[in-house]
């Protein structure tokens, strides 16, 4: 999946100047997701401390780009990533999502610059997992270290719905509410991911 994704978004950027009728778009945005901590507590580093496990919080990119095939149903793929890594009991963490989905833009009648857009799709979910170390001497000073301990996979099913504000013809704002159910994300609290954000995108060709 880390593959497909970019080679993915990269085949419909390569396809635009020959598709302008059919209305590709490119976008990035920003977003966050609030998912409760599974309560548990981890003996992470087998000495008998105890380290709790958090919720998923944080600042989140959103990368991708989708082609309409008709006014109305398209195709598309995006990656959601934190952007920072965060604590997860005693080591680091980093999530990233990626999906393939169909896209519905139902007919906006009369409100030509605002269009509905809901999207429904498959994918994966990476969580990658660091280990941070500090290091000290007299000459160099202080320096931390992080290194890549393990990373857990998942299958996921992702829902969004949003709406594209065109500010011209080309340039669009959207605020959006996705919905990612991870397989087994038994690192947090439940499986249902809500994440809540926005983007800015362009589309070329005729809408």
């Not at 978004?9 to 009728?21: E, N, W």
């Not at 507590?41 to 958090?54: A, K, R, V």
């Not at 990612?180 to 060709?205: C, D, I, L, M, R």
Request: contains cysteine.
């Amino acid at each position: 999946m880390r593959v497909a994704i970019p080679v993915a978004m990269l085949s419909l950027v390569s396809v635009l100047p020959a598709s302008a009728q059919a209305g590709a778009s490119v976008f990035a945005g920003v977003g966050t997701t609030v998912l409760e901590s599974n309560g548990q507590s981890i003996d992470t580093f087998g000495d008998g401390t105890l380290f709790n496990t958090p919720r998923m919080t944080g600042a989140f990119g959103k990368f991708g780009g989708d082609f309409m095939l008709t006014p109305h149903f398209g195709i598309g793929a995006e990656t959601d990533l934190r952007f920072s890594q965060g604590g997860y009991a005693g080591l680091n963490y980093r999530p990233v999502f990626y999906d393939f989905n169909g896209i519905w833009m139902p007919p906006a009648h009369r409100l030509k610059r605002v269009v509905p857009e809901f999207q429904a799709g498959l994918g994966a979910v990476n969580v990658k997992f660091y280990e941070t170390q500090s290091f000290c001497n007299a000459f160099t000073g202080c320096s931390s270290q992080s290194s890549f301990v393990d990373s857990s996979n998942h299958f996921q099913v992702h829902l969004a719905a949003g709406v594209r504000f065109y500010v011209t013809d080309h340039l669009f704002v959207r605020p959006q509410v996705d919905a990612h159910y991870v397989n087994n994300f038994f690192q947090f609290g439940s499986n249902w991911v809500p994440e809540y954000g926005a983007s800015v995108g362009w589309t070329f060709g005729e809408r």
